[in-house]
């Protein structure tokens, strides 16, 4: 598996990217221990890789108290998984297993998140993301009622649907470049440290 | 997590089985080391229980020079993936993981076969899998066609079929009964021995 | 139309069958007058041919308070011709015009059963095997609920959904064989005898 | 079922009608031994019964080299069908039955045309007809061009779509007016005179 | 753009057509100004010429209490957007501008009708003129008590589902014929004279 | 119309707004002569406001040899259009019109480009563009052979497809938060200047 390529498009060296990118990249193979294959499949466009790790931390790297990082995981695995993107399924619920400690919950909410381990007010949340993923078109002032009901605010709402259709994004350019999902995801959560 | 329900549906006491029933989960158990709960989900139906394990063991506990044990397992993740069926992913996506002595195989297969760790000759018969899965009236012999030149004969061209189509009513079952997954599965075959 | 093939995989010839199916062969010959091609077009697999007449006639051949004979063909017909299965629509559409002793039933049911003459109470168990056939992944306790209020009890419910994952498994066996439909099913039921 | 309504309209008196409808209706009645529903769920508009009538006859009773007078209605039977209009399958298919000599052929185009017993040019006419009828933004000439490989011209490329598309309008208003089948039509056809 | 022709179908000289059917182009080309292509495009088969405009006049040259000229061209705009119709969206864009006296109602409910600036009643009306377009075989009573709910009575249900049907028709022959629009209709009713 | 909302998420007064988003506001009102509502209906979240206009920017403000800034407005018109964004479509509509230099093309994209005034090599480009916003999990490298086929190098490849998934994300954005499109748009590029 070692010799199967990152991305259909082009990986450039490391040390011939810019400063800023190559800090990036450094600090999240500190932090993980290896370096995530998107930061390599985006890098060879320099602007489009700072926009887009700009805007993910804007909404990921962010914690509320109407919607916590385990939470926003959970959005990044349900549209991901109805989007049939790979990397971000595997990825984003490894991170989700860690931060929800909980081993089972990214592999149920992958295949039918109707029948996950999670609370009512989760799956409204999960319904809501999947209708701006799939028929953003129809959303209206009822989606957002049945939101508030389960305590969900204005800023909360615009968090979930702003996951959802930014990890839509990333779906779409994972998917046109076939990027590898690293192996050390696929375990990551899975057994007590 | 362990007061969840296994089904919608009643669960009887094994001990107030029939004789052959209780044999047969006697013997899952010994084998796995738990009861995988499709066995307790329809075991409140006797004559459907030993129709339905006839039917699978019929098509899955056999292997042919053209479908071996792992192949059929990933035309269960594949179709299964696609109906959202958590059971059969993640209980058949454990087995997969075993046959194919593949730790990585069953989520990539789960989330997008086409970006799949697989051969050209695999993708075929997924396609196929898939085609009968969700759209069976519009088989044709070109279909076929394309299996034969990949050296798939007859008989493993019904068996992709049969297997699908059986699978088919698994999803079906487990989704209107909201079975449960056994927790035992979510590991196996991750982790080398 | 006599030179059409039965089934594009082998038909085997009776003799050369197992004794236990040349037997149900010549029951089901002597009580209908001819042989259906669906167990002529099953019998080259024998071990498959014994687990789908055991699992169909656990679920068709049974009549309870809550569904009738006539109506569990009601479900047959109506998934079956959703999934495009010509032989399951005009074969059991036969049998569901003699059990309800009404020539025009099954083709209402066909074309569109929410204008055929039957009760709310049998358009709702139509609905939830539609659901069971088409959408089993989103099936909820709503379903269950409205079932319950039209006086289905979980027996029932368990019935008409295993009846319409059933079927699903012989429609796509049905489609991928191409399996012609026996003349004689077409006149059945239709006029008084 | 003698007292089920023929339309959710109203259904006008004969007698009040203009003089030249209930010619129109006079005629088919003595044609036919029955009036079909259809132009009594019409009446009520007599400038639209006009126009309806008016097309289906330029498009229906006409029988060209290219398409004869069963193919018409085969097309007719065929995306009805797909429209899950009830009035349109049945009482067309009848028809066709007449047309075609065929007692089998109307059952099973309405359930799965690529099954039944036709050419390979009638399946070519049949799938330009689907083509309009679902998805008629994506007709383009490779369409047309299988259509002149296998003998029609563009007249008869015409009058397929055209059929179809007049069809489709028929379809929505029976579905929208749920204008009831006439009993007679259900076994037209079917028995030799 | 002069050179590309109007249809994919023959356009006959005016000269040579009918009587009746020359008057009519002469009239509306007095009227607009130029001769819709619909027109001539239509005219190598003159009976459908006339049931067509037949049809097309009584639908829609017509005002009622429920239902004003204006809001007849908002269903063929809704509806032909669905059906990716250029040529129906773009002219009849035009005339709902001018009917409505609204510059920018027709590009609002050409892309998403749910937020256009329309009233809920008139947006009532579109869902229904929407749904028998799309999934007419699911009209129920539900629907039509809604419209009642917003004051529409049976004679504008009937209108607002024909016309929907009718412009259906109309789609469908422009999608196969490739109908070109004339350049005049893309400015009109945008600029106050 | 005025006081229609440009949105159901808060407006900030922009004198309270960070001096690099003031900035950029200012800078877009004297070039356009207003202020298009995106920048306000995003300025309450400054740094997903930045990362927005930054990958936006890193998209669409660049001309290269295989995509020029016309097209870049196409893949735009092309895929909101199906998505349903009203405010997409209309303003990159009228920059389309304005860059083309053609009053017709964004209103016949808009509806069905497969009937636009484009090249063979831009249909190509718009079918790719339209499968990665809507199938994205079933682009393969025959996709990208059609493109180098027509002259698309690796760059325009990405550049296609991340325009796409760019605005995926602005068309779940407005359609989740009903930004109004300005009137302003609506006219531009019609007239001659």
């Known amino acids: 598996m070692s010799d199967t390529p990152i991305s259909r498009f082009p990986i450039p060296t490391l040390k011939d990217l810019p400063e800023d990118i190559q800090q990036r990249i450094k600090e999240v193979n500190e932090k993980a221990g290896f370096i995530p294959n998107i930061f390599l499949a985006l890098a060879h466009r320099p602007a489009e890789f700072r926009a887009f790790f700009a805007y993910h931390d804007a909404l990921m790297d962010k914690e509320t108290p109407g919607l916590n990082l385990a939470e926003r995981e959970m959005i990044v695995v349900v549209t991901s998984a109805r989007n049939q993107c790979q990397y971000c399924v595997i990825a984003h619920g490894a991170v989700l297993r860690i931060r929800a ?6 592999d149920q909410l992958a295949t039918n998140y109707r029948k996950a381990d999670i609370t009512e007010r989760q799956t409204v949340m999960l319904d809501y993301a999947l209708k701006v993923s799939r028929q953003a078109e129809k959303i209206n002032e009822q989606d957002t009622a049945i939101l508030h009901e389960h305590g969900f605010d204005d800023d909360d ?7 959802s259709a930014f990890f839509g994004l990333s779906n779409r350019i994972v998917n046109m470049s076939s990027i590898r999902t690293n192996d050390e995801f696929y375990l990551m959560g899975r057994v007590p440290r």
Not at 101 to 106: F, R
Not at 157 to 163: E, L, P, S
Request: hydrophobic letters at 60%; zero cysteines.
């Open 157 to 163: 709402i615009w968090d979930i649907g702003a996951i």
């Open 101 to 106: 400690k909980n081993p089972l919950i990214a």
